[in-house]
């Protein structure tokens, strides 16, 4: 699987979007980018995940370069909430997720 | 109630004891998965399952054994304990591109 490359920690203020950003330069055609987060302790959730094309959801948008070298993540509307571990994953089509040690995002009121 | 559940929620044992923590779903998924984090760390993949007859090594599986007693249940276990074997535990199935974790088990070996 490629490695993916994220800065340790970064801060957002509240009610602004927070964008979180993910290298994968060694990304090969039929991987795909999964974003999941990990509040405090608790198990990780799921965020959103894309091949090529830009993604949005309920949660959160990806998107993702032309050349697929990289990726961001956004929060559109940051709260006190999404203050978590992301973790931006890479991986083939073959239901094994390998998590490295993720962006610590800290939301200030 | 919850979909995934891992019992016990917290364990501290001794050197050289064998211990079982164990992992409910009320999902219906066929992939379940065993993770450990350390401190600061990312998850690493303990053992996978891909039905009831399917059991996969992880990267980090030496010092673990599971079993999968029914599509609903899958048990890790350490055979004899060791002080680096302490973390925290979680569990997961899995659903097209989704992942579902369990609150996690907290396991200190004395």
């Known amino acids: 699987d490629a490695k993916t490359t994220q800065p340790p920690s970064m801060d957002c203020a509240e009610g602004r979007a927070a964008n979180l950003p993910c290298n994968h330069s060694t990304i090969s055609g039929n991987e795909y980018v999964y974003w999941y987060r990990q509040i405090h302790s608790q198990g990780p959730q799921y965020i959103i995940h894309?091949?090529?094309n830009n993604e949005t959801n309920e949660m959160a948008s990806l998107i993702i370069t032309e050349d697929r070298k990289s990726s961001t993540l956004i929060l559109p509307h940051a709260t006190l909430r999404d203050t978590a571990v992301y973790y931006c994953i890479v991986r083939v089509y073959d239901y094994k997720l390998s998590f490295g040690a993720g962006t610590t995002v800290t939301v200030r009121a | 109630d919850a979909d995934v559940t891992q019992t016990p929620r917290n364990r501290i044992t001794k050197t050289g004891k064998r211990i079982m923590l164990e992992c409910s779903q009320t999902?219906?998924?066929?992939?379940m998965y065993w993770y450990r984090q350390d401190p600061g760390l990312g998850l690493r993949l303990i053992y996978y399952?891909?039905?009831?007859?399917?059991?996969n090594k992880g990267e980090i599986s030496d010092g673990y054994s599971v079993s999968r007693q029914a599509q609903a249940k899958f048990s890790l276990s350490l055979e004899s304990a060791i002080p680096n074997q302490t973390a925290l535990y979680f569990c997961?199935?899995?659903?097209?591109?989704?992942?579902?974790f369990g609150p996690g088990t907290r396991l200190l070996v004395l």
């Open positions: 999902k219906g998924h066929d992939r």
């Open positions: 997961a199935t899995m659903a097209g591109e989704t992942q579902y």
């Open positions: 399952s891909f039905d009831v007859k399917d059991i």
């Open positions: 894309g091949l090529k």
